[in-house]
């Protein structure tokens, strides 16, 4: 008896553990699947004064991209759940800091994104706001050489800003 009983208790506890998991998500999001099921993210257009082309499609795919990796919510053309729209209102450069020749020594790009959410199951939740992030570069360089590195990093910052405010309550 004590045989099968030691042969019995390692199955035992693995069939136990295997029964009891526990599952944590640290992605911030608390949606209720149960009725939010779908999400519509229609194409933000480039609404500001300066103009740079990739921006556009660079914030849209790291848009489309963070709720899908994020969340189960299926992506749907309209009719979402949930829905995002809004444009790309501001894309400026501002000298930060003077050198002691009087010329620029740092700039500051600007990006700000118009945003209006609407959660069709809770109307509460309903916004429009403004999200901007900034990004400095040493005024020795052209624009053109880091326009793409400084605009992917603040289009992750104010994708990362839009999620928080929509589908995460921290």
């Known amino acids: 008896m004590n045989k ?3 042969r019995t208790l390692p199955l035992l506890a693995a069939l136990l553990v295997s029964a009891c998991t526990i599952s944590y998500r640290f992605n911030g999001a608390s949606i209720d699947y149960e009725t939010t099921k779908t999400i519509q993210i229609d194409n933000f257009p480039i609404r500001s004064t300066y103009v740079w082309a990739p921006m ?5 795919n790291k848009l489309t991209d963070i709720y899908a990796s994020q969340t189960k919510l299926q992506q749907v053309k309209k009719n979402g759940d949930m829905q995002l729209a809004g444009e ?3 894309f400026d450069q501002y000298n930060k800091g003077i050198s002691s020749d009087g010329y620029s020594s740092q700039v500051q790009l600007k990006m700000t994104v118009n945003v209006r959410f609407v959660n069709n199951k809770k109307h509460t939740d309903d916004f429009e706001r ?3 992030a900034t990004a400095e570069y040493d005024a020795s360089q052209q ?3 880091v326009q793409e590195e400084l605009v992917t990093q603040m289009v992750k910052d104010i994708t990362d800003q839009i999620f928080n405010a929509t589908v995460a309550n921290w």
């Open 56 to 60: 556009q499609s660079i914030f849209q």
């Open 88 to 90: 790309i209102t501001g």
């Open 130 to 132: 403004q999200f901007s």
């Open 143 to 145: 624009l053109t050489a």
């Open 4 to 6: 099968r009983l030691v």
